[in-house]
């Protein structure tokens, strides 16, 4: 939010450095992450650590002077002479500011213009360059007339981008006055919290100064008495839904005329980062960075034509299906139902806390208003918002909830505005539908309390000091302040929440500098582990160290997106009531999905992908408000198994058995037992090439290579794409708290190897369970090496050679005992397989 300190010091005393005043609201919670200077000097840079940007005006050069009269150039028809006065003597300038044609010729002007003059050697901003181009004024003769001075736009003095005509002050400034100490300004670029909404307007920002520095705060004063006839009859309010709409308030400015405000307003109001329109318009815009309540202006003369000459009825309520409404930035919306207008009789007027209608505007022929303001339910805003892509100023402050009590207090202020501004009267009274009143919570707060949890001791005086401050009322009973929140806050909580909140406001105050450092007064609670988090870190460090690249994927999805892969199944989602964008608007029920999305982004970037992910799924639960919430780990592979290098031009893909032996190193380095592969078909994956991934009788996923029609759903090139998905709160379960291990031998191994005939639909998981069941404890380790089919074996069997190695831990095995061990491994493949042993 962008902070003049001229507005500022309407409604407190700053007599602090620029750079200490930055530094004060940045410590409380308001930060300041730039400053803009417009005229006045720049601090020392050794004095502070914020951004100063900006220009400053040399008092001597750049000063306030009154043209007395408009003469025609002599030899150009769009130049123009000034008799200016600069408080010192009389001076001829020459300008081209189409402002100024409407005087030309009139001779000596009746009401002399006071204008922002600069002299020979004024350093300004070019006003003819794109951006801020600083020049220095100096002497020069245009078409036969001395140019050495000018009168100047607002662009040339840092003012705004407009300059298009002079400055023309208000009739009140004292020419040979210091431009500077007439109106030189900084302006602070504060970045308002979400929380501090109260804050984001003039007085709101003057209340926290005044509260920081001890000063006294000058709330905005009305002096215009309202006048009969009253508004009484003359509109009336009808709110369908009041938790939508708790407050709506009307009141009625008459006779006025829409003119261009006082050059202070314009000025002001372009500084704050908006566009001058008119007096009325001004007026609005003005009192909602004054006070923070946004206003809208109602012609009301069109609001009584749309009523068939009758009062009208302001009605809000939400959107007919297929209503429409053309904003005041000349589009034509299709609105939700949820959208909350503001209404007549004869339809919609304006979208509720958002923006006006373009019917109903204010124009140059509008001479009564209806002023309204209001206050919405803040959610109901954001969707609006986030809907129809629309922000505005009103939406930014009413999407983060102001207070219902300041709608009566802006509507009044505006229409002193207006009228000031504007000319006419103000109608007495006002028409305030509030049927739902806001409640202000009490909170209390004691002595101990405060101690606890900042570590100070403060009495309930000094705590009650503090929050009046802020207008809180308080009341002490002993060691206690009752504080009652002020009517221009929303964001102090009841109970425990109230506690901490005022606690917050106190040390703020107090000053976050000025709190000891301290220990905890109070015992550290126990700490306990979190197995969820600890296995799924250990996942993550296994899977790294096996070459895997970890990715994070967005939670929020699209049926859409999701059918590439899902599109097999009938699933339901949970939809989000106010998705982000279109196209995440459901929670995601399948990790692999999203991961198939990156491996599309990226298949062309690498010659090979191998990445994992962590992450919830969230799938419906019947009867049941919350989703299921399982954690699922998923793996993809693609491409090369090995990079390509000088020696390796053609290197073999990735394929099945590349994954099953990622899966197979981190299940056993998870140390769980009884692991085996099953074949499964499954609609994910490719018939034939897919198998679930099972502990004992426990599924722990599924992997396999990718179904050709999915693939083609995908842009993943022509290798192979393998991936799996498991479920991680399964592989916790299965895991072991405790695991053996063995003793590193310092004796030799006896290394020799075994070839088993078997029947072709013997799996080689059952053949090495044989042979582990038989070598017993000394077998230490049994590989597969190759696998033989022909005639010389037999129709329907396959020779499987194994590599077996028997080691003791206490002492070098001899022939005899490798031989023993050896039989043993083949009495029970025969056994439980029918196998027999190759013959060389």
Known sequence: MKVPLSWLKDYVEIDIPLPQLARILTMAGLEVEEVRLVGLPFPSQEQHEFKFTGISWDPQKIIVARIDEVMPHPNADRLVLCRLNDGAEEIIVLTGAPNLYPYKGQGKLENPLKVAYAREGSQIYDGHQPGQVLTTLKRAKIRGIDSFSMVCSEKELGISDEHEGVIILDDDAPEGMPLVDYMGDAVFEISILPNMIRNACMVGIAREIAALTGKPLRKPKRTIQPVHPSIEGLATIKILDTSLNPRFVVGLARNVSPNPSPYQVQRRLRLAGMRPINSIVDSTNY???????????????????????????????????????????????????????????????????????????????????????????????????????????????????????????????????????????????????????????????????????????????????????????????????????????????????????LIEEISRLYGFDNIPASRLAVELPPQRGNPVQEMEDRLRDILVGLGLQEIITYRLTSPEREAR????????????????????????????????????????????????????????????????????????????????????????????????????????????????????????????????????????????????????????????????????????????????????????????????????????????????????????????????????????????????????????????????????????????????????
């Open 287 to 501: 009192v909602m960075l004054e006070l923070g309540e946004p206003l809208h202006a109602f012609d009301y003369d069109v609001l009584v034509q749309r009523a068939g000459g009758k009062a009208p009825t302001i009605i809000t309520r939400t959107a007919h299906p297929g209503e429409k409404l053309t904003t005041l930035d000349g589009v034509e919306r299709s609105l939700d139902d949820f959208t909350v207008l503001v209404c007549d009789t004869a339809g919609a007027l304006s979208i509720a806390g958002v923006m006006g209608g373009l019917e109903s505007e204010v124009t140059e022929k509008t001479r009564n208003v209806l002023l309204e303001g209001a206050s919405w339910n803040f959610i109901n805003i954001r969707q609006t918002v986030a809907s129809q892509r629309l922000n505005s100023e009103a939406a930014y402050r009413f999407a983060r909830n102001i207070h219902p009590n300041l709608a009566k207090e802006g509507v009044q202020l505006g229409l002193e505005r207006m009228v000031c501004w504007s000319g006419g009267e103000i109608a007495e009274g006002l028409v305030d539908a509030y049927p739902q009143p806001a409640f202000d919570p009490v909170i209390s707060l004691s002595e101990a309390d405060v101690q606890r949890h900042l570590g100070i001791k403060l009495t309930a005086r000094q705590v009650a000091d503090l929050l009046e401050r802020l207008e809180f009322e308080c009341r002490i009973e002993e060691d206690t302040v009752h504080a009652k929140t002020p009517p221009h806050r929303t964001d102090i909580g009841e109970g425990m929440i109230g506690q901490a909140d």
């Open 565 to 840: 892969l899902l599109a097999l199944e009938d699933v339901p989602y949970i939809y989000l009531q106010n998705p982000i964008s279109a196209d995440r608007n459901v929670m995601r029920r399948s990790l692999l999905a999203s991961m198939l999305e990156v491996m599309e982004q990226n298949i062309r970037l690498r010659e090979r992908l191998a990445m994992f992910e962590i992450g919830p799924v969230f799938i419906p639960q019947p009867d049941q408000l919350l989703p299921a919430e399982p954690h699922h780990l998923a793996i993809a592979i693609t491409g090369k198994a090995h990079p390509t290098s000088w020696d390796r031009s053609n290197s073999a893909r990735l394929d099945f058995f590349d994954l099953k032996g990622i899966v197979e190193a981190l299940l056993e380095t998870l140390h769980i037992k009884n692991v085996r592969f099953q074949p499964l078909a499954h609609p994910y994956y490719h018939p034939g090439k897919c198998a679930q991934v099972l502990s004992g009788e426990n599924s722990l996923g599924v992997i396999g290579e990718l179904h050709p029609v999915i693939k083609k759903r995908y842009d993943l090139g022509t290798s192979p794409v393998i991936a799996g998905e498991f479920e991680t709160g399964v592989l916790r379960a299965v895991m072991p708290d405790r695991h053996d291990t063995r003793t590193v031998s310092a004796f030799p191994p006896v290394l020799e190897d075994i070839a088993v005939i078997v029947d072709e639909e013997t799996p080689a998981e059952k053949v090495l369970a044989s042979i582990f069941s038989g070598g017993g404890k000394l077998l230490i380790e049994a590989q597969l090496f190759d696998i033989y089919r022909g005639e010389q074996i037999g129709p329907g069997k396959k020779s499987m050679a194994y590599s077996l190695t028997y080691q003791a831990t206490d002492r070098t095995l001899t022939d005899k005992e490798a031989s023993q061990i050896r039989e043993r491994i083949i009495r029970r493949l025969e056994q439980d397989l029918g196998a027999r042993i190759r013959s060389q």
